[in-house]
């Protein structure tokens, strides 16, 4: 696990010190919605990527809550080029809690791969690092997060390319008694994005 963490980091700082491009394709990974205690079930959420022009719908699932198991992403967005884009992604992940110390906040690296279908064809190859925080106040836990995480893109169509990007991943969870989570995400840098979202009680 410190290993997978020395990755993470040296990629994160590697890739957001790189040029980042001003791709206008949707992507599956902005906004990640992912940091230690991301909610298992159903997510629904209103994402719009390239704020402004962007607007999207993606369904998240997990079976447990991570950083356990496997997350998986289908949605449709808008992009300028494109009437609609499809986007696909699987990640995993795993805890690097211990690492931090006692005292230090929840960490968790993550990586997975997805895709964006429209009149282009994008395959990304994400590696991220995320820390997060839990707190509780009259029945509600408040879970803010930041990390960053850097892609590897595939990109095939009018310009078959590689292209390396690098996001500052930011969020908040707010979870209720009754079983509702209302989530807020966003990337900056690279991947631009924007989401809100909600937790279906099981």
Request: charged content about 15%; glycine content about 16%; aromatic content about 8%.
């Amino acid at each position: 696990m410190q290993t997978m963490g020395r990755i993470a980091g040296v990629s994160l700082i590697f890739g957001l010190l790189s040029p980042m491009s001003s791709s206008a394709q949707a992507v599956w990974d902005a906004p990640s919605f992912l940091h230690p205690g991301a909610p298992s079930g159903l997510t629904v959420a209103v994402t719009d990527a390239n704020p402004g022009d962007g607007l999207g719908v993606l369904a998240l699932w997990r079976r447990a809550t991570a950083p356990t198991g496997l997350g998986f992403r289908a949605g449709i967005s808008e992009a300028p080029d494109d009437d609609v884009v499809a986007l696909f992604g699987v990640d995993v992940s795993g805890s690097l809690s211990g690492v931090m110390g006692a005292n230090g906040p929840e960490a968790l690296w993550w990586t997975g791969v997805g895709a964006a279908a429209g009149n282009d064809f994008a395959a990304s190859l994400p590696l991220g690092l995320v820390f997060g925080w839990t707190g509780r106040d009259q029945g509600v836990s408040f879970m803010p997060y930041a990390g960053g995480h850097v892609v590897m893109d595939i990109l095939i169509g009018d310009r078959d390319d590689l292209d390396l990007e690098g996001a500052v991943d930011l969020g908040l969870d707010l979870a209720f008694a009754s079983g509702w989570t209302f989530r807020f995400g966003a990337a900056l840098g690279g991947r631009d994005a924007l989401g809100i979202g909600v937790r279906v009680p099981k």
